[in-house]
């Protein structure tokens, strides 16, 4: 009988994966290991995460870096292999699809990822408010002293 949906064998692993960890704590050589490799996760998801930045310099707009990344090669094209040709296209969503997202967001490949880009247009109750006259301040005229 599994408790809360587990079965033995997943008990029994869990259990065994708890010792390990229990004995990794106790063991000040083990530790030491363990923490060796976690700084060297660490290292290369860091190294990974660097070589994907775009190299903007300060004042440069953000598009020229991502363009000169695109030209190097260092960025994957946005756009799908395989696009059918004719017939009509039925929407569907996108996300989970390995031959649409590539299991990566494909909006953070963008240029204006790292720095922002702020639409002016897009304060929309802003908009809303200026037309019911909250958003203006109110003109104050001066008193005539006679």
Known sequence: ???RGRSPEQRDAELKAQREMLERRRSQKASAEYMESVAARRA???AFFKSNQLDIQPGEDPLEAWKRKEARGMIKPLGYEDVPEGGIPLPAAS???PKYDNG???DLRLPHVEVGYEDPDADVMGKVARFFG???KPEMKPKDKE
């Open 104 to 106: 990566e967001r494909f």
């Open 134 to 136: 909250f958003g203006k």
């Open 1 to 3: 009988m599994a408790l």
């Open 95 to 97: 996300f989970g699809i």
């Open 44 to 46: 290369n998801a860091e």
